[in-house]
Each structure stands twice: as C-alpha cells, then as structure tokens.
C-alpha cells in the first residue's frame, strides 16, 4: 500500500539554523499539507499546498517558513532560522483530492531546537 | 472557529473488552466531516474511521464504530473486542468542507489508548 514518508526522522538544530524537512507524499495525489505537534500539545494545521502554491497558511505559519515542491516527488518544509519554540514532531500529509478526502499521513520528523 | 476537545488523556481496556473514547467539537458549521486517527507506537498516524454529518447512519468499520449526536455535538468512538494491536494515540478530528479552512484538519489532543492482555 501506497505511504507517505518523511526524512530524516529525528534532527537536532542548534537555535538561529536553517532546517529543512522532507517528504515524499502519495504519487497520484494532488494536495500537501504540514501540520506540527508540540509535545504534549493539539496537532495543528501549519500550510496546505496545491498546483505549486500555497492554498492555506495558519498563523503559525510566517515568514520564517516556507514550502517548495522541487521536483516531481518531494515536498519540503523550510525554517530559515529556527527558535527553541519550533521543537516540535512535523507531519506532512497527502490527499488526492482537498476537500473530505482521507490525509495520509507520513511518520513524522521529531525537530529539536537547541 | 472550530474546536476539538477530547477529555480523556488516557484509558485502558482488557484486551477483548469494549472502550468507548470521547470527543466533542464545536463548529456553527452545518456540513462537515469528523474522524478517528490512530498513532500506534511507530507514530504513522493512520484513518480509523469517518463520519459525514449529513448522514444520520453512524459509520461502522469492522471492530470500530462511532456515536455521532450532532445536536450534542459528540462523536464517540466504540472499540469492540479490543486487541493488543490496538493500543495507539487515538486522535479525533474535524474538517470544515467549505470557506476559510476547508479541508484543513482540526484535531483533539488525544487519548493514549492502552490495552492490556
């Protein structure tokens, strides 16, 4: 059965570095997401990705962040200067449609900002 | 906006026993879509079931099923005879299908689900 995958799935940062996230959504789907989980907290919704742009940011989602779909496969999530408060476990999602079709989910990154 | 509130942090269960985990939500939404998300120990989180609120049928799959009372507002999830297999995060989740936010995912905290043999 078709996954999601994310690489790596632990990185340990120093405060003020550029990480950058990865994963591999489901060939045949069309829409992308990143939602995040800060231990002990909700999941939440970070950006939805469609047609090469950004179709939904949260607040949390700022300048600091940023996604790309490089190629054919992959779909990145980009901090450019990361803070303590960015530690966090990052799921990326696919779905083939936007809108009440099932998100896969992929394993996760666990991300320590130290 | 939309919230999803689960109130059990964590539960157990005799393995072959039934659990019920709980979740409401709150939304001025009319149609709507909620699930049922596992995270076993290997953190995938998988889908366990959904539920359209324009159906009054609740959806069953196999040993799972749910409780949906759209006037409470509640969509419980059965767990019948559960297995070791089954001891996981539970998630609960909520997904707007029009305007700001469509399609976006709002989640419960999560009820770590533990089964014992």
């Known amino acids: 059965e078709p996954e999601v995958t994310q690489t790596p799935s632990h990185q340990v940062t120093q405060m003020g570095q550029e990480v950058i996230l990865r994963c591999v959504p489901i060939s045949n789907h069309l829409y992308f997401y990143w939602y995040r989980q800060i231990l002990g907290q909700k999941v939440e919704f970070l950006v939805s990705?469609?047609?090469?742009?950004?179709?939904?940011k949260s607040e949390i989602f700022d300048d600091q962040f940023s996604v790309e779909r490089p190629d054919g496969s992959n779909f990145t999530l980009k901090i450019r200067s990361t803070k303590l408060e960015d530690s966090a476990m990052y799921f990326c999602?696919?779905?083939?449609?936007?809108?009440?079709?099932?998100?896969?989910f992929g394993p996760g990154t666990r991300l320590l900002v130290l | 906006a939309q919230t999803v509130t689960q109130s059990q942090p964590e539960m157990s269960v005799q393995e072959a026993e039934t659990v019920t985990l709980s979740c409401t939500y709150d939304?001025?939404?009319?149609?709507?879509?909620l699930f049922w998300y596992k995270q076993p120990p290997s953190r995938q989180m998988i889908l366990v079931i959904r539920q359209e609120a324009y159906k009054q049928q609740n959806a069953t799959e196999n040993r799972f099923s749910v409780n949906f009372q759209k006037a409470a507002k509640s969509f419980s999830l059965k767990i019948s005879d559960s297995q070791l297999g089954d001891t996981a995060m539970y998630f609960c989740?909520?997904?707007?299908?029009?305007?700001?936010?469509?399609?976006?995912?709002?989640f419960g905290k999560g009820t770590k689900l533990s089964v014992k043999p």
């Open positions: 990705f469609y047609n090469n742009e950004i179709s939904e």
């Open positions: 939304t001025s939404e009319s149609n709507y879509y």
């Open positions: 989740a909520f997904m707007k299908l029009r305007g700001g936010s469509q399609g976006n995912l709002i």
């Open positions: 999602a696919s779905s083939a449609t936007r809108v009440a079709e099932t998100q896969y």
